[in-house]
């Protein structure tokens, strides 16, 4: 059972280059997120996916795409990568029951720098 | 406002002794709150959660208190361990129809060391 599963685990991307980020679960959870963590700032919700098909922004979207056309899978777009966009990208999923509060496991991020 | 305050960036505590990590929050439409706590260079991992209808949930050596009229929820770890030490996030949810929803508001942290 490999969890949530992250890649790649560092990236050098040069400003206006694009890239995917990719994130796998295979635990069947219908809950999937995007959050990055920048020094001072904590973690923030970049989009979010309750199932496949659906997905919703979070707190700070922009230069981000994403889209869930399967349950195990929610790849993170940049668009035209900027300075600002580095960060460590943490992708998680979770069930939906009420039951399972907390559980919400978390890759072990991808590290990413734009130059 | 979705995200709680954590206002202590850091905190410093001897080992077997306790540890209080505090959140605040200004929003009453909540249902639940969650605690991680986050290595370096890791993903972070869920402790122990409460739900608006309680006041107080026990885990082992973590506890977390829920003071709904002043709007505050504290997580003690009793006794502190050095492997505690760590940023700890306190994230608000919601439901709706049974469901928690996706979307997990994390504040800025507070960093636990804990001296041997």
């Known amino acids: 059972n490999a969890g949530v599963t992250q890649t790649p685990k560092f990236q050098v991307l040069k400003t206006g280059q694009s890239m995917t980020l990719q994130c796998a679960q295979d635990?069947?959870?219908?809950?999937m997120s995007w959050y990055r963590q920048d020094p001072g700032m904590g973690l923030r919700l970049i989009h979010y996916?309750?199932?496949?098909?659906?997905?919703d922004q979070g707190e700070v979207p922009n230069g981000y795409n994403v889209s869930r056309s399967t349950t195990e899978d929610f790849p993170l777009r940049l668009l035209s990568a900027a300075p600002s966009q580095t960060s460590v990208y943490f992708c998680a999923s979770s069930y939906s029951k009420v039951q399972d509060l907390g559980g919400y496991t978390f890759g072990s991020g991808t590290r990413l720098t734009v130059v | 406002d979705q995200q709680v305050k954590q206002n202590s960036p850091s905190l410093s505590v001897q080992e077997g002794r306790i540890s209080i990590l505090n959140c605040d929050y200004t929003?009453?439409?909540?249902?639940?709150f969650l605690w991680y706590k986050k290595y370096p260079a890791e993903g972070p991992t869920f402790l122990i959660s409460i739900s608006s209808i309680k006041d107080k949930n026990e885990d082992g050596r973590f506890t977390v208190f829920l003071n709904k009229s002043a709007k505050h929820l504290s997580l003690h770890i009793v006794p502190s361990q050095p492997g505690d030490s760590a940023v700890y996030f306190c994230?608000?949810?919601?439901?709706?129809?049974?469901?928690?929803?996706?979307?997990?508001?994390f504040g800025r942290g507070t960093q636990l060391t804990v001296w041997p």
């Open positions: 994230p608000r949810g919601t439901y709706d129809r049974g469901s928690t929803l996706g979307r997990l508001y």
């Open positions: 996916s309750v199932g496949a098909g659906i997905t």
């Open positions: 635990m069947n959870h219908e809950y």
């Open positions: 929003n009453s439409m909540f249902d639940y």
